[in-house]
């Protein structure tokens, strides 16, 4: 998988997690807990928008006109399912693989040690 998608995919999960956890979340606090601009936040909202996994929804008795609240649609659950899984199946591949260049690593620096 292009790096470039794997990237969206993560941004995706981590925005698709925070707004289901915090609704009311405005693009400013999200774009913050990204660690991202708050141009890629708007854009990927957008882009998550689009594709029917969120959608937004005003607050009807708040004096301010801009409160929303972004909702996961059914499709945005389902999405963010299955991109938790790809999410998960990928980490655990760069786990086992840090594992086991750790335990060459360590082999060699005991076989170093053990000669100095």
Not at 78 to 98: D, M
């Amino acid at each position: 998988m292009p790096e470039n998608h794997t990237l969206h995919e993560e941004t995706h999960l981590k925005v698709l997690r925070l707004l289901q956890a915090q609704p009311q979340m405005n693009q400013r606090d999200l774009a913050a807990a990204l660690g991202v601009s708050l141009g890629k936040t708007n854009f990927c909202l957008q882009a998550l928008l689009s594709k029917g996994l969120l959608k937004m929804q005003n607050f009807k008795n708040n004096q301010r006109k801009l409160a929303y609240a972004y909702l996961l649609t059914p499709a945005g659950m389902t999405e963010k399912a299955a991109l938790t899984a790809r999410f998960l199946k990928r980490k655990t591949l760069e786990y086992e693989a840090l594992k086991s260049e750790i335990e060459v690593l360590q082999r060699e620096f005991e076989v170093a040690e053990n000669k100095g």
